[in-house]
């Protein structure tokens, strides 16, 4: 058969699914083969339909290399549980949508102030970092703050009440994309991206452009547009660079937050030294943070980078350098539980890719200890896990299927 992209529809075989998915990003099946840890010539059985569907964990793995976050786009209508990969829906994501899609009537009562907003928004992320079930916290408080901000925009006097009440908005909305992400609810991500984006850009404050901007790119990278989360994330940081050295503190981290998103989208593409580079001046603008200093948002520090240069070394499938930066950044003392969390399954998927599965079992298992919600929605810690419940070895399988319970990967 010919690489020519075979025509959309519902009635598209996997095989034709996978082959127009692999096509769109640009991938050839040497590629795709390589990332996924099989032969071109399986590739391109499975294209051609004389190889069927394979199992849940090589879905899972096919997605990762193709950054497809719904698994349906692969399997169609086909029967299959696709939460195993996308993540279950928290139980407070009902009153968190039904906040975003209230209708704006002005309440018969008083704004708070934007002070009185900000104090509760700097509460509601020192809760999340300190949480091991952030997503509960975060989910329970979301509903007032996104009301009362919204409301404190309506009733602004004065043009400058405005642009400080859209700021915080813009904020509480950054904080909605943390809760969002990784459930099964893309219309709701999408939606609080682009408010989000809206209300920083009507507000002027810097912090909050490049918070949404942060935000807005990782977004398009995540749905596999490499292009628009450049676009976004290199804007704002051109934007940011010469406000710098007069700006908060802030302003300076989420700069080089912007500036490592810019290395994560690199690794993503394969592009080693363009990635390494940016890690490079990522690291630069960290060095010249108080040692103390954490991004709330972001975690941007000088202890995150060596966490950072693990996740490039991983998105680069650098076997032997993943493993390495993991091992380097055992020390790093990550103060936010959700952000350690997610460090520990980076550190995992290094161990994996260096075929040392048992490690990386035992430091997901680390992940949980410390969130067990991060982990639980953490669709590379699930595929981790799902391909050891399918290997040979029973002992293997064993020890996967502990970890799986604890975080409901077995669940009926």
């Given amino acids: 058969m010919s690489d020519a992209i075979p025509p959309a529809g519902d009635e598209l075989s996997f095989g034709q699914r996978l082959k127009v998915l692999r096509l769109r990003r640009g991938m050839t ?3 795709l ?9 399986w590739v391109k059985s499975v294209e051609n339909n004389y190889i069927g569907m394979p199992k849940l964990s090589k ?9 497809i976050r719904d698994l349906s786009q692969l399997t169609g209508g086909q029967s299959i549980r696709v939460e195993q990969f996308s993540g279950p829906g928290h139980a407070r994501l009902p009153a968190v949508r039904a906040a975003l899609n209230a209708f704006a009537v002005l309440p018969d009562r008083e704004a708070a102030s934007s002070e009185d907003l900000r104090a509760r928004l700097a509460r509601a992320w020192a809760v999340r970092h300190a949480s091991p079930y952030h997503r509960d916290v975060v989910g329970e408080l ?11 925009v309506r009733q602004a006097e004065s043009p400058l009440a405005r642009r400080a009440a859209q700021a915080v908005l813009s904020e509480v909305y950054s904080l909605a994309q943390f809760f969002v992400a ?7 991500l999408w939606r609080v991206s682009e408010r989000g984006m809206v209300a920083a850009q009507e507000s002027g404050d810097p912090h909050a452009i490049g918070v949404a901007s942060w935000l807005a790119a990782q977004a398009h990278r995540d749905a596999g547009d490499w292009e628009a989360a450049d676009a976004v994330n290199l804007g704002a940081a051109a934007y940011l660079e010469p406000l710098v050295p007069d700006a908060p503190v802030e302003v300076h981290a989420i700069w080089g937050a912007l500036l490592f998103e810019a290395a994560y989208t690199a690794a993503q593409r394969g592009e080693a030294g363009v990635a390494w580079g940016y890690w490079d001046k990522a690291n630069a603008a960290a060095q010249r943070l108080p040692s103390s200093y954490y991004h709330p948002v972001t975690s941007f520090s000088r202890a995150i980078m060596s966490a950072h240069a693990v996740t490039v070394a991983v998105e680069l499938h650098q076997g032997g ?8 950044a055992e020390a790093s003392v990550i103060p936010s539980r959700p952000r350690r969390a997610r460090h520990r399954i980076e550190q995992a998927r290094a161990f994996y890719l260096d075929q040392q599965p048992e490690v990386a079992v035992a430091t997901i298992d680390s992940a949980y200890e410390a969130a067990p919600e991060t982990v639980a929605y953490n669709s590379f810690a699930r595929r981790i896990l799902l391909e050891e419940l399918d290997v040979r070895n029973a002992a293997r399988r064993a020890r996967a299927a502990v970890t799986a319970e604890k975080i409901g990967l077995l669940a009926s």
């Fill in 33 to 41: 083969a390589g990332l996924i840890g099989m032969s071109p010539a």
């Fill in 142 to 152: 979301l509903p007032h703050l996104i009301a009362d901000a919204q409301l404190a």
């Fill in 321 to 328: 350098e993943s493993v390495r930066q993991a091992q380097a």
């Fill in 182 to 188: 990784y459930q099964p609810a893309a219309d709701l």
């Fill in 29 to 31: 099946r040497e590629v």
């Fill in 59 to 67: 879905l899972m793995r096919i997605a990762e290399a193709l950054r």
